[in-house]
């Protein structure tokens, strides 16, 4: 059983930074590739930034392009997303995500079957 536990969130005001990250156990997931995305009151949840097993591959949205910085430790079996100059259009619950293939590169267009979730950490940024 693979849990994601997300830690890493709050309120920030606007311009600011946060980091989070989200701890696997149950096993290694060295090699799934991992992401995060992101729900924003009264939206539907969207797609942030993935990273590939290897971490040598990475993605990200428009709005998380320049500004957020996925990373892995897989020695860890966590994962990070440092988010820089954050707007309050920023403001959501922010799950973290993993690939249930191996060997993959990104989660980008899995099916939201196809993962394992976390319960979600929140980020307030404040105007």
């Known amino acids: 059983q693979v849990q994601l536990v997300e830690s890493g969130g709050g309120l920030v005001q606007a311009g600011g930074s946060l980091r989070l990250s989200c701890a696997a156990s149950g096993r290694a997931l060295s090699h799934n590739a991992m992401g995060w995305f992101r729900q924003a009151p009264g939206k539907e949840r969207e797609f942030v930034a993935t990273?590939?097993?290897?971490?040598?591959?990475?993605y990200y949205s428009d709005p998380a392009t320049g500004r957020f910085t996925i990373s892995r430790d897989n020695a860890k079996n966590t994962m990070y997303l440092q988010m820089n100059n954050l707007k309050p259009d920023d403001t959501a619950v922010y799950y973290c995500?993993?690939?249930?293939?191996?060997?993959?590169?990104?989660?980008?267009?899995?099916?939201?079957?196809?993962?394992?979730w976390g319960q979600g950490t929140r980020v307030t940024v404040s105007s």
């Open positions: 995500a993993a690939s249930r293939s191996s060997e993959s590169t990104s989660i980008v267009q899995a099916l939201p079957a196809n993962l394992y």
């Open positions: 990273i590939s097993w290897s971490g040598i591959n990475t």
